[in-house]
């Protein structure tokens, strides 16, 4: 009888603690929460690089916080949750505590609950030594050392945080630890860091999109009425977890690939070429970009810490190579004296100009290249062709508008620390296509 009572205690109480402490699903229910099969699916996901492309209302706070809870409570790591701002991060710690309160009140008896530290932005476990840590997105996490790192709304997270703060704190591991990465968030841009992460498939495992009606408490009448009260692209960006284009985005992703040519399609000879060059500055890309008359981009090249002299010999070679008619080349801060010294030297082929770059000059140049997409009036090749393709191709995905902080002016750029390299030399070229569709050329005895 008392083997009977004593294996039957085991049944209730020891065998059920062991499994909520190797199974975080089993932890889940004993906090009181059934998780749904995609966050099933994300908690139990070994990649040690994990991306949730998930629409609103998903579950994605419960989701993190109970991921890291489970952690540091039974597995003793470290944990660190990013969140974008100082209030995300009050309610990440909040939604620990409840989760970590449920537990507590179900078995408390777990040697697992005691805490050695608990603090408004820490919790620290007495018998795993786990630390969970809840920050919002700043350089002032630059200090800190993490194994398990999840980035909450990471889509609204500064992409220079992201890379050169946040993934970094798990470099290097104490032994017996293991490394996990999780980003977590709603689609916002294309052109973030949170985006590049999402399409490098080699080093990312991506789990989405989750749409908002996949969840089973999803109100069907609440979103269909929203659906009809707001844009179309705002819908699908929030609540089907798909990237669309913003009102920042100077580029529509659909005129860049209804511009594109296959990557051994055979182009059109053309009549005459133009070039553009975009110099460098230091760590940016010297870019050569030429343009048939027809609109074809011919050729595309960049390079690296090279001297003005070897891009201006690259230049006319090019020049000759494709019959070039015009060639404007970005003159900011060198100065006619240097462009006439070093690009005239080398006797590059028809007319050469500098191209001088202001706020309002650089607007009306891009401005330009846009609507020459939009007028399907140029023809770009295909990522796959080459190297620096990809580079154009994801510079103009990432290409926006911005307005100043203090005069409130309108300026066009690349997101901070991207490059728009490819797209101005792209766009020096394009600018012999103003105002028609194809080139005008000068006569050939005035070049």
């Known amino acids: 009888m008392i083997r009977k009572d004593l294996r039957e205690h085991c049944r209730r109480t020891v065998l059920p603690r062991l499994l909520e402490e190797t199974d975080i699903v089993a932890f889940c229910k004993a906090c009181g929460f059934s998780p749904y099969p ?7 996901n070994p990649a040690q690089r994990l991306i949730l ?24 790591d470290n944990a660190i949750i990013v969140s974008y701002n100082q209030e995300q ?17 179900k078995n408390p008896e777990s040697e697992f609950i005691a805490l050695k530290r608990d603090s408004s932005r820490d919790i620290v476990f007495a018998k795993s030594g786990g630390h969970i840590m809840c920050r919002p997105a700043g350089p002032g996490i630059r200090g800190y050392q993490a194994n398990i790192i999840i980035i909450d709304e990471a889509a609204q997270v500064p992409d220079s945080l992201i890379q050169e703060e946040i993934t970094p704190l798990a470099a290097v591991l104490e032994p017996g630890k293991q490394r996990k990465i999780l980003m977590i968030s709603t689609p916002h841009s294309r052109g973030t860091a949170f985006y590049d992460c999402w399409r490098n498939r080699d080093v990312w495992t991506v789990l989405g999109p989750i749409k908002t009606e996949s969840c089973p408490n ?15 692209s705002v819908y699908k960006q929030e609540y089907e977890a798909e990237w669309m284009d913003t009102q920042s985005n100077v580029f529509s992703i659909h005129d860049i690939e209804a511009c594109m040519y296959p990557p051994h399609e055979k182009l059109p000879a053309p009549k005459y070429c133009v070039m553009g060059v975009d110099l460098a500055r230091i760590v940016d890309y010297t870019v050569i970009t030429v343009l048939s008359d027809d609109g074809y981009v011919m050729h ?7 001297p003005y002299e070897v891009v201006a010999a690259r230049a006319a070679e090019l020049s000759h190579k494709y019959n070039v008619a015009r060639t404007l080349v970005d003159s900011t801060g060198l100065g006619d004296p240097v462009l006439n010294e070093i690009f005239r030297r080398e006797k590059i082929k028809g007319v050469l100009e500098g191209f001088v770059f202001s706020n309002k000059s650089k607007l009306s140049l891009i401005n330009n290249l846009r609507s020459v997409f939009e007028r399907r009036a140029i023809h770009i090749p295909h990522p796959d062709h080459s190297p620096a393709a990809r580079k154009l191709y ?7 508008y911005e307005e100043t902080k203090i005069t409130k002016t309108l300026r066009v750029a690349a997101p901070q620390r991207k490059h728009d390299d490819h797209v101005i030399s792209l766009a020096l070229a394009a600018d012999n296509l103003r105002p028609h569709d194809r080139i005008t050329f000068l006569k050939p005895q005035e070049w």
């Open 89 to 105: 991060a009050k309610i990440m710690m909040s939604e620990i505590r409840k989760w970590y309160r449920n537990y507590k009140y």
């Open 300 to 306: 595309i090249e960049n390079m690296q810490r090279t």
């Open 38 to 44: 995609y966050q099933i699916d994300a908690m139990t």
């Open 218 to 232: 999803a109100d069907l009448e609440y979103l269909a009425a929203e659906r009809e009260n707001m844009p179309e």
């Open 394 to 400: 994801y510079e103009l995905l990432a290409f926006r």
């Open 53 to 76: 492309l998930w629409g609103r209302r998903c579950g994605k706070t419960a989701t993190c916080a109970l991921l890291a809870l489970w952690h540091c409570m039974f597995k003793g």
